[in-house]
């Protein structure tokens, strides 16, 4: 018993997890395949032990909670509840089979669940008033009235002026603008959304309405929540007077009567989910009358009258065209299958690792096979198999050969399934392993393009990360033969190399790319030790002790310390005065003492942690969100909610440039 107690509090402890990131941040870190598996477990346990169900279980509650700094919330006057999955025919069977039992003659609607998130618009006397998101489904909810407006699906004025009229619908994002959205994100060197369901919550929660303008989202209009001044007594009578209103309602939908009808229209959704513009998650299956649904109600979730069947993932078919290979960081060749595209969770798909020679052969994968490919986590396309049936009749089994594709020179099999180019000179090495060096998670060195590295390579000014700081000397140069652009942008360029050398060394270690140790390792490493001539003098031992290490990294940050190249490598950082231990933190100063700072957006100078720093060492404390207490809200690049939320409490808000002075007085 006690056992079954503590594997449903670690089911709920990380399906809570999981939801603050999809419904709060709108950020999620597995797919939804995965995640109803975790869902699936604590209701069986749940069902088998009632005992232990708890009213906070998210079994019990819809996932989200409503979120705004800016006091925003709005109650719900309607409640706005999650649904009843389903996953097997059985399932849909037995709902529909209880569902005749309870009522007389119960009439069906069967329609496409769309993957977006929902809101609810209300009208009084004929114009919209409001548009509230879910939030915690029950209580409250977000006002998001200012980026309803500027979605051209949502009808503003209704042709009736009924005194009150709330519907509830699913903002959502078609395919091709959510594409255009993250070809701009990608321009602009921002975070891409996984999906567009993503970049619709993400968006429409947001607080700038001309960003939601930007990126077009739709709406489709699924349930009536409330009416007055005319009678509707049906879902489908609710359609067609919302029709009428000039809104769009969500198309094609099915009225069933028997089970038989009811799957039938369940596979005609799900045939025809590829070929829509938008993404769908499933069917909703929903008792048409009123009354009826009134008589069954709700628990404190889902209401009674309905269920959703989820399909299974999306897998399409393609023709795969070519097995590209190409030379990784660690001189480690990757074959990449490269099919016809194909649109799989709301984007265009056309490439898909394969891993290394053994995954190659355990598909037996071959150029011109017809395969099939999903996507793993929604996000990371996959390769599942290869239909042997389409196989053409002269294909050859595929082999990764014995030279390397970019330099020739010899491939290497190593006790695993990885064949590496053995020459550590190798220009694809050394490409990749600038482009770590000086990408976000390691010494983030603006505008230092993958286009300005392959040429610098090609043209003999970069051979390994250092001679990035060795630059300046060949400016002249550089600008004479237009490598980095002009005058103007090679200098950007050289500045903000330059500037790079303060880092955090966090960053440098980060991004010397040692096999196994990334930004979290690196932080680790550096926290133990503060600089880098102590970690080289630590033994493998003593590495091991520094938290999150384990004995396979610990040996390879030895080696990688203890290696002639290497520190030939790190003697070329510290001659060119790269920062290499950590600044003491101590206080310089009290001039902040007292004084609490609040940052918010994006800093053009300087990062988040590097400002906190900064306010640590004057005496001054850096705090996540604002209150009362807060003194200054340090108001960077597209600010969002805490600015509003500094306003509203009459906190004083300051620029970067404000701020910076701050720190130069006296
Ligand atoms: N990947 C993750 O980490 C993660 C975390 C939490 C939830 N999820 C996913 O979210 C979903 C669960 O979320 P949920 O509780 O919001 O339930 P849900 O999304 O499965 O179903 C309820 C929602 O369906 C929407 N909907 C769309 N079309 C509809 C229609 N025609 N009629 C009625 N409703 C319609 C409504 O907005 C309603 O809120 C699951 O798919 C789950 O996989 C994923
Ligand atoms: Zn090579």
Known sequence: MEDIKKQIDELKKKILYHNDLYYNQDNPEIEDAQYDELMRQLKKLEAENPELITKDSPTQRVGGVAKREAGVLVKHDVPMLSLQDVFSAEEVETFVDNMQKELDNPEFVVEEKIDGLSLALRYVDGELKLAVTRGDGVVQGEDVTANAMQIKDIKKKLKEKLPYFEVRGEVYMTREAFSLVNEKQELLGKRLFANPRNCAAG??????????????????????????????????????????????????????????????AIEEIGNRRGDLDYDIDGAVVKINDFAQREKLGATSKVPKWAIAYKYPPEEKETKLLNIELSVGRTGRITPTAVFEPVWLCGTKVERATLHNQDFIDDLDIR?????????????????????????????????????????????????????????????????????????R????????????????????????????????????????????????????????????????????????????IGKSASRSLINHFHSFDDIAKATEEEIKQVADIGEISAKLVYEFFHDEENIALLNKLKEANVNMAEEK??????????????????????????????????????????????????????????????????????????????????
């Open 367 to 439: 150029i011109g096979d017809t395969i099939k490919v999903y996507k793993s986590g929604e996000i990371i396309p996959k390769v599942r198999c290869v239909i042997k049936e389409k196989r053409p009749q002269d294909s050859k089994p595929f082999i990764i050969g014995d030279t390397c594709p970019v330099c020739n020179a010899h491939t290497i099999r190593d006790d695993k399934a990885d064949i590496r180019c053995s020459n550590p000179h190798c220009p694809a090495q050394i490409e990749r392993w600038i482009i770590n060096f000086v990408g």
């Open 203 to 264: 968006t429409l929660r947001q607080l700038d309405s001309k960003i939601t303008k930007e990126r077009n989202l739709s709406m489709f209009i699924f349930n009536l929540q409330k009416v007055e001044g005319i009678e509707l007594k049906s879902h489908t009578q609710a359609y067609d007077f919302m029709h009428k209103q000039g809104m769009k309602i969500i198309h094609s939908y099915k009225v069933c009567k028997t089970k038989e009808e009811v799957l039938q």
């Open 441 to 516: 998670d390691a010494m983030d060195i603006k505008g230092f393009g993958m286009m300005y590295i392959k040429t610098l390579i090609e043209n003999g000014y970069l051979k390994d990360p250092a001679d990035i700081y060795y630059l300046y000397n060949y400016r002249d140069e550089l600008i004479e033969k237009g490598l980095i652009g002009k005058e103007k942008n090679t200098d950007k360029l050289l500045n903000a190399i330059e500037k790079s050398k303060q880092n955090a060394p966090w960053r440098l270690l980060t991004g010397l790319g040692i096999l196994n």
């Open 585 to 666: 933190t101590e206080k310089t100063s009290d001039k902040f003492q007292g004084l609490t700072f609040v940052l918010t957006g994006t800093l053009e100078t300087m990062g988040r942690s590097e400002a906190s720093e900064i306010i640590q060492s004057l005496g001054g404390k850096a705090s996540g969100s604002v209150s009362k207490k807060t003194s200054y809200v340090i108001a960077g690049a597209n600010a969002g909610s805490k600015l509003i939320k500094a306003e509203s409490l009459g906190v004083k808000i300051i620029t970067e440039q404000e701020f910076l002075a701050m720190i130069k007085e006296n």
